[in-house]
Every structure is written in structure tokens, then in C-alpha cells.
């Protein structure tokens, strides 16, 4: 092994174990600090929720620190306060997310309250409460944010509502007015539990004490309960353009939202198709749709392309924000340069520009303990080995230009994209807030 994949984590430093009751511990011992990261998931996220309760797996994970059997809300914050800790959970579509930091000699505490959150919540009324008034605020707000609508517009036009993916983890104002604390107790019942659990801890600490540590606080955890991983169906693209308009009062810029269904994480081309998008909307300044829409035309305020990757079918974006008079040109224009992406190979500078800008980031994402964990954690999540980092280079650079080709093909066409436009209506008098749909 190089010195270079010698220095960064792989199979031979980091330290895997599974527990009996189905949690995976990974730990990796970085002594140059004096800290602890932990990162952790859970099979428990909105894809286990059904959609008259969207936004309850989110609203779960938001109240598992609120109170449990041994302390209410007061006495579990003071005590991370008085270690300088930090531990959030946060609720995604596949996966409930905990975070956390401390000094490495409070490790145990860490872990004790995080078990203690997961194992025995009671979701206190008043803060269920708080939580809701507080997800209620930024609902309404957000309905009068252009560049939302016309995300949540493109995603339930891409996903039809039998997918999990066509609803937001936030749920709508409907939903989660009507969510219970009886819900909240059974969902938590029913999906957190230790099988299929990901910990990851990274920094001062010894393998043997880390291991000692989850034993103590997470190893004797069940829940017979606990469902089955549930997975999100893969689909196909639709048949034709389609067109969503989002009319937002009060509004002077139009938000654009473009989508294709594109590839999940673990997909054998997904670094490949990561690169024609770093090509179309994100090296330097925001790739080839930075450079045309934004910088020669001046149609937009910002345009930029994002590609998602996890468990699942995750969309394909194109954004961008521009003024109502220039909203057809900048489409056009966007659409311009995804045919050009997928009807000619990218030019030698560009493929090697962005293999240099792939694996160049890569140390940065390696400087500090959560990027570290974060970074483990997906190399366990998606299945992609303990040596994924340490062949990344390698495998950013057999990359080819047919390989992007190929990619692009696969997952983009510029006459089969679903186009959200979010902004002021066209005529004053008819004010109104609704959504129409055109093929």
C-alpha cells in the first residue's frame, strides 16, 4: 500500500464490528486531536411513514431529545452543556441521522444519552407542541419561497404519489397538523431499533475502549418490533417533457426547477455520471450552465446543476433563478446544454480538469473528524468497501470520456425532463395561488 492510501482511512485502519442485535460499529482512531466524532443511522426515515403522516419520521427524530424515562429536556441538555458536547438527530427519506461531538474523555456520556434518546423517548407534549408550531412556521413561510415551490413541484411531478420519494421529509401543513404524540410513540416503536444501526466513531480514542463503550450503552439494545428495511422502488422516466407553473403573489423572480430520475448511490456508473454533472453545472463557476446562462446571457441570478445519489432514485437537478421575462430562454438554454452533454463527449481538458478537481477535494473532505466519519459512514451505508478511499484516485482517473457519455445517456434527455417554474403571476388581476400542469 502507498503512503497516500496509507494515510487515509481503509480496511487496514478501520476497525469494523457487528453486534448481535444488528448494529454495525466502525471505529478509526485519529490521535492528532483531542476530540470524538460520532455519526450514526438508523433504518427510520420518511419511506416508513405513510403519506397522510408525512413529516412524522422527521418530526421523530426532532423529539427524541426532548425527554426520556430517566430525564425531561431540561436536565438532558444542561448535562451536554456542561461537557461541551453536541448530539443532534435529524430525520432524512431512507435513514434517521444522529450527530455528535465531545472531548474524547466524555465519549461514554455521549454515547449514554444517545442511547438513552433512541431507547426510551417519551415525546413530552409540550415540546411535541413546540416542535409542530415551529415545522408549521416554516411550512407556511416556505410556501411563499419561489425556489421551494418549485423543487417540491418538480419532485411530484417526477415521483408519482404512490413513491416515497414524491413527498418532502417535512411533510405539508396538513400533515403534520394532524400528527398525534400516540404517532410519534408508534412509529418510534415500530422502526428505531438497533438492526442495521451504522456507528461510526472517529478521533482520540482507543478500539478496544470504543468498543467497550457501545457494548455498554448500545449492545444490550432490542426491538422485536423493529420493521423490515423498506426500499424505494426504482422507476421509469416519464413519457414526455412535462411542465409544472407554481404562481407565488408578491414575487418579482421565478425560480426554475428541471429533474431527471437519476442514479442511486451505489449505481456502477454514478462516479462517472457525478463528473457529467461537475461538465454541465458545477466546476468552477457552476460548469458549462454557470458559464452560458448565467455569465455570457445574464439570465439568471444563479444556475447551477446538483445530482443526488443515495439509497434510492434521487433526482437529477438542474436550478436556477431568473427574471420573469427571461424564464423561456434560460430553459431553452439549459436544455441546450444538456443535449450538447449527452450528444458529444466531453473535451479532453474538461474529463481531466474535473478528475483533478474530484480527487484534489478529497483531503479537504479528510481534515477534521466529521468529515472523516461522514465519509466512513457512506462507505458503509452504500456498500462500497472499507477501501473505497483508498482506490478513489484510481478509479476517478480510468474514468473515460465514453464512461461520461455513457452516463449522461443513460440518465438525462433534454425532451424527457419534468420543468417547475416558480414565481409572479403574468397578470395582476387574476391573483392566485395554484399549480397547473402541462405536457
Same mark, same amino acid.
Given at each position: 500500500?502507498?503512503? *497516500? ?9 478501520? +476497525?469494523?464490528?457487528? !453486534? ?16 470524538? +466524532? @460520532? ?7 420518511? @419511506? *416508513? ?23 425531561? !429536556? ?6 451536554? /452543556? ?16 444522529? !450527530? ?43 410556501? !411563499?419561497?419561489?425556489? *421551494? ?23 405539508? $401543513? ?33 478500539? /478496544? ?26 422507476? #421509469? ?37 457525478? @463528473? ?51 424564464? $423561456? ?12 452533454? =449527452? ?10 480538469? +474535473? ?16 468529515? @472523516? ?6 462507505? /458503509? ?9 483508498? /482506490? ?10 465514453? #464512461? =461520461? ?27 392566485? +395561488? ?6
Amino acid at each position: 500500500m502507498s503512503a *497516500y492510501t496509507a494515510s487515509i482511512p481503509n480496511a487496514g485502519n478501520i +476497525n469494523r464490528v457487528e !453486534f448481535d442485535n444488528g448494529l454495525v460499529l466502525l471505529v478509526y482512531e485519529n490521535r492528532a486531536v483531542e476530540s470524538v +466524532n @460520532i455519526t450514526a443511522s438508523i433504518h427510520a426515515g420518511s @419511506i *416508513y411513514e405513510r403519506p397522510e403522516r408525512s413529516g412524522l419520521a422527521s418530526l421523530v427524530s426532532s423529539a427524541l431529545l426532548t425527554g426520556t424515562q430517566q430525564r425531561n !429536556f431540561d436536565e438532558i441538555h444542561a448535562s451536554l /452543556e456542561s461537557i461541551g458536547a453536541e448530539l443532534s438527530m435529524r430525520g432524512h427519506i431512507h435513514k434517521l441521522g444522529l !450527530f455528535g461531538k465531545a472531548l474524547a474523555e466524555d465519549l461514554r456520556p455521549l454515547l449514554e444519552t444517545a442511547s438513552e434518546a433512541l431507547s426510551y423517548p417519551t415525546f413530552p407534549a409540550e415540546h411535541v407542541e413546540r416542535l409542530r408550531g415551529e415545522r408549521l412556521t416554516w411550512l407556511q413561510y416556505s410556501s !411563499f419561497d419561489t425556489r *421551494y415551490r418549485a423543487s417540491k413541484a418538480m419532485r411530484q411531478a417526477l415521483y408519482p404519489a404512490s413513491h416515497p420519494y414524491h413527498y418532502g421529509t417535512y411533510g405539508d $401543513e396538513e400533515t403534520i397538523a394532524a400528527v398525534s404524540q400516540a404517532d410519534l410513540s408508534t412509529f418510534h416503536a415500530n422502526h428505531v431499533g438497533p438492526d442495521g444501526m451504522i456507528l461510526v466513531i472517529v478521533g482520540h480514542v482507543d478500539t /478496544e475502549d470504543a468498543l467497550r463503550l457501545v457494548r455498554e450503552t448500545l449492545g444490550d439494545w432490542r426491538n422485536p418490533e423493529q420493521a423490515e428495511v423498506a426500499r424505494a422502488d426504482f422507476l #421509469d422516466a416519464p413519457g414526455a417533457t412535462e411542465r409544472q407553473t407554481v404562481f407565488v403573489p408578491g414575487k418579482t423572480q421565478c425560480d426554475i426547477s428541471m429533474g431527471a430520475l437519476g442514479p442511486a448511490r451505489a449505481a456502477p456508473d454514478y462516479l462517472a455520471a457525478q @463528473i457529467a454533472n461537475s461538465v454541465l453545472g458545477e466546476f468552477g463557476m457552476m460548469g458549462r450552465i454557470g458559464k452560458s446562462v448565467r455569465e455570457e446571457q445574464g439570465l439568471a441570478y444563479y444556475a447551477y446543476s446538483h445530482l443526488g445519489g443515495g439509497h434510492g432514485p434521487d433526482p437529477w437537478i438542474v436550478s436556477a433563478g431568473v427574471n420573469p421575462d427571461n424564464v $423561456e430562454q434560460a430553459i431553452d438554454s439549459i436544455l441546450w446544454e444538456v443535449e450538447r452533454l =449527452v450528444s458529444e463527449a466531453v473535451a479532453d481538458e474538461d474529463l481531466a480538469d +474535473n478528475q483533478s478537481y474530484f480527487t484534489g477535494r478529497l483531503p479537504l473532505r479528510l481534515e477534521s473528524n466529521e468529515g @472523516i466519519s461522514s465519509q466512513i459512514h457512506a462507505m /458503509e451505508s452504500y456498500n462500497l468497501g472499507l477501501n473505497y478511499l483508498a /482506490e478513489y484516485k484510481d478509479m476517478i482517473f480510468r474514468i473515460s470520456k465514453d #464512461d =461520461v457519455l455513457n452516463a449522461a445517456q443513460h440518465y438525462l434527455d433534454p425532451k424527457n425532463m419534468v420543468i417547475a417554474v416558480a414565481g409572479p403571476q403574468p397578470d395582476a388581476s387574476t391573483a392566485r +395561488n395554484t399549480q397547473t400542469r402541462e405536457k
